[in-house]
């Protein structure tokens, strides 16, 4: 039987992002995050935040009706959620970031004279991409056929190390955003520029839901079976 979380300020992010439609949107909406400070409840979070709680919630409530395709991916069998994490993410950063990489590449060498430059964001975006890819490697040789093979219970030392790589990519979101100004362009910025920066927004949008489902969705569920 599924467990939603309830609309309360003491239900964790972690938790409303996986069984309210919806919710994780209004998070990004808001800057929360709910991957690696997902255990965090709305409320504490609302608070470091200066946001309002039941503004938050409200908006968690108006988003559910409007919401289609929403998938309960901490309910389903780990190895398809594994398939879907393969798929959706690790295939996808693989194919968006040197787009990224190249975009900024352009912005930067034709832009350079320009005071709003996103100045080192290629040179970032290559660690980023570098850094994703050993720890997608890792995934991919060591810690999922783990668990497809039943012995996600003894995988806490695998998982310990992904859960502290995933705050070397949150951290590298941050440095992201800093670079790139909040990924707000210019008002006079090329047709490359707007898009980069679209672009780079939703890589952060893809990179925190895919470490959401990681840390809340599969690797508890691994390690206890």
């Known amino acids: 039987m599924s467990t939603i979380a309830p609309l309360r300020s003491d239900s964790s992010l972690a ?52 919401t289609t395709g929403f998938e309960r991916w901490d309910e389903k069998p780990l190895p398809a959620l594994i398939d879907h994490i393969l798929a959706r993410y690790h295939e996808g950063h693989r194919r968006e970031v040197p787009r990224l990489i190249a975009m900024a590449q352009k912005v930067e060498e034709v832009h350079a004279d320009h005071s709003a430059v996103p100045r080192g964001l290629a040179a970032h975006l290559r660690r980023m991409s570098d850094e994703l890819e050993s720890h997608m490697g890792k995934e991919e040789g060591i810690l999922f056929p783990m668990i497809r093979s ?63 489902l990681e840390n809340h969705a599969l690797f508890p569920r691994a390690l206890q079976s």
């Open 15 to 66: 938790s409303l992002a996986a069984s309210r439609a919806g919710a994780s949107r209004v998070f990004h909406r808001h800057g929360l995050d709910f991957c690696c400070r997902g255990r965090l409840s709305l409320g504490e979070a609302c608070a470091k935040s200066a946001l309002d709680s039941q503004a938050i919630l409200d908006e968690i409530a108006a988003e559910e009706p409007r």
């Open 150 to 212: 039943g012995r996600g219970n003894f995988a806490m030392g695998p998982v310990q190390v992904m859960e502290l790589e995933h705050l070397d990519h949150a951290a590298n979101l941050e440095r992201m955003q800093v670079l790139a100004n909040g990924c707000t362009p210019p008002p006079d910025a090329c047709a490359t520029w707007k898009a980069l920066y679209l672009g780079l927004a939703e890589l952060q949008r893809e990179i925190m839901d895919h470490i959401h």
